[in-house]
T-cell receptor, first 110, second 115 residues
Framework: GNSVTQMEGPVTLSEEAFLTINCTYTATGYPSLFWYVQYPGEGLQLLLK?????DKGSNKGFEATYRKETTSFHLEKGSVQVSDSAVYFCALRKNEKLTFGTGTRLTIIP | GAGVSQSPSNKVTEKGKDVELRCDPISGHTALYWYRQSLGQGLEFLIYFQGNSAPDKSGLPSDRFSAERTGGSVSTLTIQRTQQEDSAVYLCASSLAGTGYGKLFFGSGTQLSVL
């Protein structure tokens, strides 16, 4: 079946540090890939997406590239801010359903 | 309101009781999803409604779980004879047709605690 494996947290970084949150997937065919974010006290919301191999999704300074050869969709940001503290979920879409990873809690220290 | 609304936000119940969780999707969204988020777990898919099609119930963990969607809008998730392992946050999401290009709009969830 389809599955998503993402980096276990929690992750704690200092402000302006470089961020990588790893995500790999298992799926038949060519799923679409997503990163969702849950800020404290808020509902999950879409951060970025990529629908085919080699696509790069980007939003709010975050980027992720759909790598078919390594079945990965790692989330990166060059310089994190305190406001990026949240839980990040990697997800794939196949047959109208989104399958989510377990989430990675990110805390940024000033 | 503009977003997905879920009620109640918190529910504490005794083992063996039935509970009903409600979801009001965004107006005009034809797709509605229920997910469950347990501590340390990802979001577990439960059920998916799309328009007038038969729902995809493949994620419901047991026959104690059921859901309906009336008039293509409001949805109710019912858990009968609750067990302690049912304790979790139940999330509802809606989107435009199908998975709306993956952009699901989530509610804030119902925190269910079974004592």
């Amino acid at each position: 079946g389809n599955s998503v494996t993402q980096m276990e947290g929690p992750v704690t970084l200092s402000e302006e540090a470089f961020l990588t949150i790893n995500c790999t997937y298992t799926a038949t065919g060519y799923p679409s890939l997503f990163w969702y974010v849950q800020y404290p006290g808020e509902g999950l919301q879409l951060l970025l997406k990529a629908t085919k191999a080699d696509d790069k999704g980007s939003n709010k300074g975050f980027e992720a590239t759909y790598r078919k050869e390594t079945t990965s969709f790692h989330l990166e940001k060059g310089s994190v801010q305190v406001s990026d503290s949240a839980v990040y979920f990697c997800a794939l879409r196949k047959n109208e359903k989104l399958t989510f990873g377990t989430g990675t809690r990110l805390t940024i220290i000033p | 309101g503009a977003g997905v609304s879920q009620s109640p936000s918190n529910k504490v119940t005794e083992k063996g009781k039935d509970v009903e969780l409600r979801c009001d999707p965004i107006s005009g969204h034809t797709a509605l999803y229920w997910y469950r988020q347990s501590l340390g777990q990802g979001l577990e898919f439960l059920i998916y409604f799309q328009g007038n099609s038969a729902p995809d119930k493949s994620g419901l963990p047991s026959d104690r779980f059921s859901a309906e969607r009336t008039g293509g809008s409001v949805s109710t998730l019912t858990i009968q004879r609750t067990q302690q392992e049912d304790s979790a946050v139940y999330l509802c999401a809606s989107s435009l047709a199908g998975t709306g290009y993956g952009k699901l709009f989530f509610g804030s969830g119902t925190q269910l605690s079974v004592l």
